[in-house]
């Protein structure tokens, strides 16, 4: 059974940073592309940073220069560092993985599995 679960979620001040992490059980990261998305009240999920096997990574362009996705393959994990947070990257952040082929355009319906959400608020 695949299971992904995120952490690191937080409310943070406008400017500040966070780490968030996604440790899977029941695939290997390496097999996949990963990546995070977010999705904020009223508003369609949006991917934010995806990374395939080849380590080829695509952003979005409200967080490119800010945001930073890695993974650890020994720890099955991914990660989402994110610097000089705006009120607008407020969102639920799910981590996701699918056999995708390419990474841009990135579409969450191509990814199969999905984790919970960890909640991220930027707010003064």
């Known amino acids: 059974q695949v299971q992904l679960v995120e952490s690191g979620g937080a409310e943070v001040s406008p400017g500040g940073s966070l780490t968030l992490s996604c440790t899977a059980s029941g695939l290997t990261f390496d097999d996949y592309t990963v990546g995070w998305f977010r999705q904020a009240p009223g508003q369609e999920r949006e991917g934010v940073a995806v990374?395939?096997?080849?380590?080829?990574?695509n952003y979005a362009d409200s967080v490119k220069g800010r945001f930073t996705i890695s993974q650890d393959n020994a720890k099955n994990t991914l990660y989402l560092q994110m610097n000089s947070l705006k009120p607008e990257d407020t969102a639920m952040y799910y981590c996701?993985?699918?056999?995708?082929?390419?990474?841009?355009?990135?579409?969450?319906?191509?990814?199969?599995?999905w984790g919970r959400g960890t909640q991220v608020t930027v707010s003064s």
């Open positions: 996701a993985a699918g056999r995708v082929l390419y990474i841009a355009p990135v579409c969450p319906k191509d990814y199969e599995y």
């Open positions: 990374i395939d096997n080849e380590s080829k990574v």
